[in-house]
Structures are given as C-alpha cells and as structure tokens.
C-alpha cells in the first residue's frame, strides 16, 4: 500500500463471482483472467475476493465430470497394458476437492456462505412452483433456477456496512441475464452494489475507482503553513541512533499531524537524512513525504555541505559534537505531483540563517 493510502482515501470493495465468472478448464477452478485480477494490487482498495458456496460446488463438479471421463478409459486402458491403476472415483473426489481448496487459496478467492436460516423459503418454494423469476418456464427441471437463485441470495446476504466502517462497494460478476436482473430487481436503488458482465470489466471498474481515490488523496493535501527547521550536520553516531528514536516515536504516533509551526529534518555529511513536516491529516503526512521528502532532503544535505565550505568558524566543542545549522523553509500548497514539480522548479525552498 502506497504511503499516500489512509483511512480517509480507503474504499472496501467486496467482488463475488458466479460460475461463468470464473469457469476455465476443468483442471483449473478460476480462469487466468481471475488470477491476474486478484493478483493486482491497488493501494486504495481493500478488496476482498468471494465465492458463493453453490459456485464452488459446481466448479468441483464441472473439474470431477472431467476426471471421470479419463476414468472410464481406465478399464480400457488396463486391459491393454495388463497394467492396474490404482484410481477410483472416490479418490477423484477427494483430490478435486484439495485441489479446489488450494487454488482458491493461491488465487486469494474465499468462500462466501449460505445463511440458510436468513432465506424466506416459503416465498422460494412459492416462486420455483409458480415459475416466476429464476424458475423460468425453460428450466423444465429447475436445477438451474434453484442454484442460480441460491448463488441470488448467498450474494444478497452480504452486509450493507464494510467491516471498518469504510466507505464499501459490492459487485457480482456474472453474465447470466436472468441472474443479472433478478439481483438487480432485489437490491433496488442501493447505488454502493453492481453487477458486471465479465473480468475485464471489473478490472476496468476497480482501476477507475482506484485512481479517483488517488487524486482524492494528492488533491486533499493543502501543504502545511511555514516552518522552522533544525538540521544536524554530521552527528556522531550517538546523535544518529536518538535522532532515529525520535523519529520513530514521532511517526507512531503521528506527532507531527496536528502540529503548525515545528518540523524535524536530520542530515549528516554523508546526506543520509530524514525529514517530517506539519500535517494536519496522515493523509497530509503521506502526501508530504511522497512529494516533498525526497526532494528536500536532498535540498538540506547540500545546504549544509554549501555552509561548511563557506568558511564559517567551528569551535571545538562544535567539532566534537556536531554543528548546528537553522534552516526555514517555505512550503506551497501541492495538490499534485506536476504541480509540486512546477513549484519547486521556481521557487525557493531553503535559506541558510548566517
């Protein structure tokens, strides 16, 4: 997760798939597209990857069909080779149900259970006898309809709230019509639930959402207001391990964000360095740190060898321990990174104090 991610530019995302979502291969439970989508990070979604109980059982029993196929060659085969292949059906069970349960671990899918005591299932049966929805008149055996609608309801039993009480977003990726307009019909005008047709589509979906979070991140920093800055040149060792504890201590808990007026910047002659400014939100912080950090320490480091070169008189106890430089630094408003390079590019950002 980039630095610029915090809790005030999280999305919880939550995708769940029906079987056509994911249907590949038999020896294979979700397809490559499936895995490339769940193997993109994006730092401003926290994305949780869910597949209803009945898609999982029709996926194995899709992989076992398969195997069973090469199974009924198996007597075939043994009798031309005289060869005899310990393999039986239950075996194949068993292995397609590990093999499952490890590629949806690998591909970071996890299970999405039926509550079935949440499911009006007098209204099911009332439906599925009158045809209506899922059970449509087609479906002669309503096998169809009946695990269609109970992918419906697993998918309509998730929470309205995330976990954490981020900002959510739910989607079903199917391209089942009859799947698509009956969860539609019952999710209503909820406007945080969608339905997408195919992997490319969400992919394309979770993009878009992540880098609008993202300019909402560089757009909500507003920079802070000037500040001094206190820069040590060439600390003994000491020096460097407090500074550091320090800096530790004031990143834990966020001692900086509510601060206006006071900054910490650490250099040493070699420009090993690390700089903090006055934020008001973490997000402030992170924006800072991305956009400014680097280019300013660096700034600092020079300024303190360009003061060294300059003839300025050390005393002895200077030298033993270390000199010491005050430094300001003006701060713009950055609300992205072209305009944090603009600005830097024309203005000032350190003087020297004689």
């Known amino acids: 997760m980039s630095m610029l991610a915090s809790s005030a530019t999280l999305l919880s995302v939550t995708v769940a798939f029906d079987t056509n979502a994911i249907q590949t291969h038999p020896r294979e439970f979700a397809s490559p597209a499936v895995r490339r989508l769940t193997a993109t990070a994006r730092d ?3 994305l949780r990857w869910l597949v209803p109980e009945m898609v999982r059982l029709e996926r194995e029993q899709q992989m ?27 075996l194949i069970e068993q292995r397609v149900a590990e093999a499952s349960a490890r590629q949806m671990a690998e591909t970071g899918l996890k299970p999405l259970r039926l509550k079935d005591r949440h499911i009006d299932w007098a209204l099911l049966f009332a439906d599925a006898a009158a045809r209506r929805g899922l059970f449509a008149e087609g479906d002669v055996e309503g096998e169809k309809g009946f695990r269609d609608r109970i ?30 307009d009956y969860v539609q019909q019952r999710m209503g005008q ?11 589509e969400m992919a394309n979906e979770l993009n878009t959402l992540n880098a609008g979070l993202q300019e909402q991140a560089v757009a909500g920093y507003r920079g802070p207001a000037p500040c001094n800055q206190l820069l040590f040149d060439s600390p003994t060792e000491g020096d460097s391990r407090a500074m550091r504890r320090s800096w530790d201590a004031a990143v834990a808990k966020d001692a900086l964000s509510g601060s206006s007026t006071s900054s910490l ?90």
């Open 64 to 90: 076992r069909e398969e195997a069973l196929k090469l199974l009924r060659a198996k007597a075939n085969f043994e009798f031309l080779t005289q060869t005899t292949f310990p393999v039986t059906t239950a």
């Open 190 to 200: 909820r406007a945080d639930v969608s339905v997408i047709r195919n992997i490319n």
């Open 44 to 46: 401003h979604l926290k």
């Open 265 to 354: 910047a650490v250099g040493s002659h070699t420009g090993t360095s690390v700089v903090a400014s006055p934020c008001r939100t973490p997000t402030q912080t992170d924006a800072w740190r991305s956009y400014a950090g680097s280019w300013l320490t660096g700034s600092l480091s020079e300024t303190s060898r360009d003061a060294g070169r300059s003839g300025r008189p050390h005393s002895s106890t200077q030298s033993r321990s270390q000199s010491r430089i005050g430094a300001l630094c003006w701060l713009s408003p950055i609300r992205s990174p072209s305009a944090y390079r603009e600005w830097s590019s024309t203005k000032p950002m350190i003087q020297v104090l004689r």
């Open 151 to 180: 992918i419906a309801e697993t998918f309509l039993q998730l929470p309205p709230k995330s976990e954490r009480g981020w900002p959510q977003r739910i989607f079903f990726v199917t391209d089942d019509k009859g799947l698509t």
